[in-house]
């Protein structure tokens, strides 16, 4: 372990010469098992890349507690082998989304033609009947101007989290409002 986090260039090229093959292998064989099938050959090499830069970034820089405890062989596969599943998690994530939800940041709503103190209240009533945290989420955006990284932050609640409820929210009140524009209104 002393010979990866080593400082000299020699014994560090030396050492991750001998462990990063292994630690590949190890990587592709759980990727295999996890996603499967050749139509996900590409995924899994670009989610074992992910991981293994990420293990090895974390190794070296001892970024965490958790990598600055990692003091045999064993536990470096298990360290690269739990980042790796939490890359494939997220790829399953990712793949769950539709379009609107995988988007970087949410759209400014164009201001709606109507602006009346009814419409208003129609639509605040529209953003209540929301699952929580959206109603919240969206106020925090729409009403109080924050960012999507400052809710994130002030939620303490991962960024694509943020944007999925955001997307799910608007498709929401989206569908909600168009059925008020339709004659007869919107119906309870």
Same mark, same amino acid.
């Given at each position: 372990m002393q010979a990866l986090r080593s400082t000299d260039p020699g014994i560090s090229r030396r050492s991750w010469a001998q462990a990063y093959p292994l630690l590949w292998e190890a990587a592709? +064989?759980?990727? +295999? +098992?996890l996603l499967?099938? %050749?139509s996900h050959e590409h995924d899994r090499e670009d989610l074992c890349a992910t991981a293994m830069q990420q293990f090895v970034t974390g190794l070296v820089q001892s970024s965490s507690e958790s990598f600055n405890q990692i003091s045999t062989w064993d536990d470096c596969l298990s360290m690269m082998r739990h980042i790796l599943r939490l890359r494939v998690l997220d790829f399953f994530r990712a793949?769950?989304?539709?379009?609107e939800d995988a988007m970087e940041a949410v759209p400014d709503i164009p201001? @709606? @033609?109507r602006t009346d103190a009814a419409s208003l209240s129609e639509l605040l009533a529209l953003v %209540?009947?929301?699952d929580p945290p959206k109603p919240d989420l969206l106020r925090d955006r729409f009403v109080d101007g924050y960012s999507t990284d400052e809710i994130a932050q002030r939620r303490q609640m991962n960024r694509n989290t943020v944007v999925s409820h955001f997307a799910q929210g608007l498709r929401y009140l989206r569908s909600r409002?168009?059925?008020?524009?339709? @004659?007869g209104g919107l119906q309870p």
């Amino acid at each position: 372990m002393q010979a990866l986090r080593s400082t000299d260039p020699g014994i560090s090229r030396r050492s991750w010469a001998q462990a990063y093959p292994l630690l590949w292998e190890a990587a592709q +064989r759980l990727a +295999r +098992r996890l996603l499967a099938g %050749d139509s996900h050959e590409h995924d899994r090499e670009d989610l074992c890349a992910t991981a293994m830069q990420q293990f090895v970034t974390g190794l070296v820089q001892s970024s965490s507690e958790s990598f600055n405890q990692i003091s045999t062989w064993d536990d470096c596969l298990s360290m690269m082998r739990h980042i790796l599943r939490l890359r494939v998690l997220d790829f399953f994530r990712a793949q769950g989304r539709n379009r609107e939800d995988a988007m970087e940041a949410v759209p400014d709503i164009p201001t @709606p @033609p109507r602006t009346d103190a009814a419409s208003l209240s129609e639509l605040l009533a529209l953003v %209540d009947e929301l699952d929580p945290p959206k109603p919240d989420l969206l106020r925090d955006r729409f009403v109080d101007g924050y960012s999507t990284d400052e809710i994130a932050q002030r939620r303490q609640m991962n960024r694509n989290t943020v944007v999925s409820h955001f997307a799910q929210g608007l498709r929401y009140l989206r569908s909600r409002l168009e059925k008020l524009e339709q @004659p007869g209104g919107l119906q309870p």
